[in-house]
């Protein structure tokens, strides 16, 4: 290596330190103490149980307005460690693959690892720079909370810094609530903290015209509602970090909340006559065969669940290079089931559709590419089933998870040249 190209360098890192140093002079930034804190401690008045204003949650839990994404978004997702372990960003981007797939849109995830708001706008100027973003969603707030009621005026300070920071690079902002959890796991004291601090956030935005999303009740409602079936489920892997299951949940539960268009596919079939009555958002041909009914179907969307277990996820070493995150080393992954669908909108944001008429009286299987895909009766499949919920019934692998995985991977629907799925219908017995 030259002289010359050393001594750029070093004057490069000088000038990026000195850069630093006035922006924060400039901004009036202090870095948050309980940015890397693991535990919290002292007493905090935050730190006692109480229950979230009601009239609060219902009206977040309403879509705040149209849907924020844009053909040829660059969205940006930037976050603490939830963020950088990256199931619910990843869900988030399935959906919108599957669902939307006239809507191009790019990602990129920035992260602190255990960051705060506060840490965040250090790094933000150089994070916008890289990505360039259209569309920023900033999550922070459960590191944050460690601060207790004494830092709560720096979390508005910097929420709203944040914010400036990214409307001024030219980008729409929405804001996050952080997770909630399991309290047997985080303890009382950092699930209070966390649940005040996501209802402050809530208000704080609301007061303040910024755009947020509240993921934080949701996520509390499913931990609760569950343990009333399985006194044994726990959403976390940790005191903070969630399943992979309940990160999935976060994503649908985000993309739920964004009142996003109603998106289905759907095919009519007519068994006596043997021809297609009627599509949405797919094409069909019914081909010759022994079985009660046989077609070929291609969706020009594909609302289908996240393959189930999710595939590995390579990009956390990705990441690696935003920053040190040594401290991320020992965060649990895990590969479960997806989440209950009783308490997460999984078939209400995946409406894949099929309705025969003609068909005898009876029970019928349904074979897509060979597999087993579910049962109807005839009488269930004149009024019109949802695929996926035939295969969360029977409790099997979905048949199109090769599919599932090539988008959760990042392909785009367009890209994928093996989606033409071969239906069967078989009957096996009489109606009961």
């Not at 952080?178 to 402050?200: L, V």
């Not at 343990?227 to 649908?252: E, I, K, P």
């Not at 988008?407 to 009961?432: P, Q, S, T, V």
């Amino acid at each position: 290596m030259s002289k010359r190209l050393l001594f750029l360098i070093a004057l490069l890192i000088v000038v990026s330190g000195v850069a630093t140093v006035v922006y924060r002079k400039q901004h009036h930034l202090r870095v948050n103490p309980f940015a890397k804190v693991v535990g919290i401690t002292g007493p905090d008045a935050f730190d006692t149980p109480y229950d979230s204003d009601a009239s609060l949650v219902a009206l977040f839990a309403q879509p705040p307005g149209e849907f924020p994404f844009k053909s040829g978004d660059r969205v940006a997702f930037v976050g603490s460690s939830s963020t950088y372990i990256g199931v619910w960003t990843k869900t988030v981007e399935f959906l919108l693959r599957s669902r939307h797939p006239d809507v191009d849109i790019s990602f990129s995830r920035h992260s602190t690892g255990g960051g705060t708001y506060a840490t965040c706008a250090e790094r933000l100027p150089d994070w916008l720079e890289r990505s360039h973003p259209t569309l920023v969603f900033f999550n922070y707030g459960a590191n944050d909370s460690y601060g207790g009621k004494e830092m709560i005026g720096e979390l508005h300070e910097a929420i709203s810094l944040c914010s400036q920071l990214a409307q001024k690079s030219g980008a729409r902002v929405v804001h996050i609530t952080p997770q909630s959890g399991d309290i047997r796991k985080s303890g009382s004291q950092a699930y209070f903290r966390r649940k005040r601090y996501a209802d402050d956030m809530l208000m704080f935005c609301k007061t303040n015209g910024h755009d947020i999303v509240d993921t934080h009740h949701p996520l509390e409602d499913l931990q609760l509602k569950m343990q009333g079936v399985d006194a044994t489920f726990s959403m976390n892997t940790d005191s903070v970090h969630l399943t992979d299951a309940a990160y999935v949940a976060w994503g649908f539960f985000m993309y739920d909340r964004l009142n996003p268009l109603h998106v289905e596919s759907a095919l009519h079939l007519d068994a006596t006559s043997k021809r297609v009555v009627s599509s949405t958002r797919c094409s069909a041909r019914i081909l010759d065969s022994d079985a009660a009914l046989c077609f070929e179907r291609v969706d020009e969307v594909l609302p289908v669940l996240p393959p189930s277990p999710l595939p590995v996820d390579q990009s956390r070493t990705m990441l690696a290079s935003y920053s040190n995150f040594s401290e991320l080393a020992s965060v649990p992954h895990d590969s479960p089931s997806l989440p209950p669908r009783q308490f997460v909108p999984l078939e209400k944001r995946s409406a894949y559709r099929l309705k025969i008429d003609g068909l005898a009286a009876g029970m019928y299987v349904l074979e897509c590419n060979g597999k087993p895909s579910g049962r109807a009766t005839a009488a269930e499949l004149a009024a019109g089933v949802n695929l996926v919920a035939l295969c969360l019934d029977a409790g099997i692998k979905a048949p199109w998870e090769k599919v599932a995985a090539k988008l959760w991977n990042g392909a785009r629907l367009k890209e994928i040249d093996d989606r033409n799925f071969i239906y069967k219908l078989m009957r096996i017995d009489a109606d009961r």
